[in-house]
């Protein structure tokens, strides 16, 4: 080949390579904003899980209530179980509950406040890796005494389903993601709080479901993923330098 054909096929080689070396830093610089924001929500998560808990803001303060600012703030509220159908949510283990790390369901249920508003309550982790409706039928029916009870717990807010999320089994009463808005939609709960409330206890006798602390430990890989971006792009530019070099003449 000609030296006036090899050059544009060589410029154009270097300007997809420059474009490949870009996306991969470009990514790599991604993770290490994904790994800053990471430690900055651990921090912000581990301080309000510190705190000790406070009366659950009154309905009129609800739609002021931000993710980004009370998510996982601990309250205390008194309500009652409502004799209505709960929900099994799935979980494959949990990034805030250790003790909550094999497959199981949590067991969604509505109560109601003092005031009429009803709030769901995340009352615990079931371990039933077969999502069987009657164990968790069972531990609920003791939950539903008709009594006003003191909780305590967390501030949680719907997860949005993703397009890999399952859809719900309506006769297990089952759901994939923690979306408490669409279950009370479903199971005729009626209006209920734009948060749900994940228990921390009290606890049932026999431990079922199971409510406990939560505890952050959220995984963080994204160093490991923004080396591995830097030097897949260091790989490419080092490529594109063998190669001219084996293109020129001896």
């Not at 290490?32 to 009154?58: F, G, M, N, W």
């Not at 003191?150 to 501030?155: A, D, F, K, S, V």
């Not at 409510?211 to 959220?218: K, S």
Request: aromatic share 10%.
């Amino acid at each position: 080949m000609n030296e006036t054909a090899r050059k544009p096929r060589v410029a154009g080689f270097a300007l997809f390579t420059l474009f490949l070396a870009a996306i991969c830093v470009a990514l790599g610089l991604w993770q290490l904003q994904r790994r800053t924001a990471k430690h900055d929500l651990v921090a912000a998560l581990t301080e309000r899980l510190a705190e000790a808990p406070v009366a659950l803001p009154p309905p009129a303060q609800w739609a002021a209530l931000k993710p980004a600012r009370d998510e996982f703030r601990r309250v205390s509220l008194t309500a009652t179980y409502a004799a209505l159908p709960d929900a099994m949510v799935y979980s494959s283990g949990s990034a805030v509950r250790k003790d909550a790390s094999s497959p199981g369901t949590w067991a969604f249920l509505p109560a109601r406040l003092p005031t009429g508003e009803v709030v769901v309550i995340d009352a615990g982790f079931v371990e039933n890796t077969m999502q069987d409706r009657s164990v968790e039928d069972r531990a609920v029916k003791k939950l539903v005494t008709g009594a006003p009870v003191m909780l305590t717990g967390y501030l949680r807010f719907p997860e949005p389903p993703s397009w890999m999320t399952p859809a719900e089994n309506r006769d297990k009463r089952l759901w994939f993601v923690r979306d408490h808005l669409a279950i009370a939609s479903a199971l005729g709960w009626g209006a209920v709080a734009p948060f749900y409330i994940d228990l921390e206890h009290p606890a049932p006798e026999n431990g079922i479901p199971r409510p406990g602390p939560l505890d952050v430990h959220l995984k963080d890989d994204h160093l490991q993923y923004a080396i591995t971006w830097f030097a897949l792009a260091g790989a490419v530019l080092i490529a594109f330098g063998v190669w001219v070099r084996g293109r020129r003449p001896a």
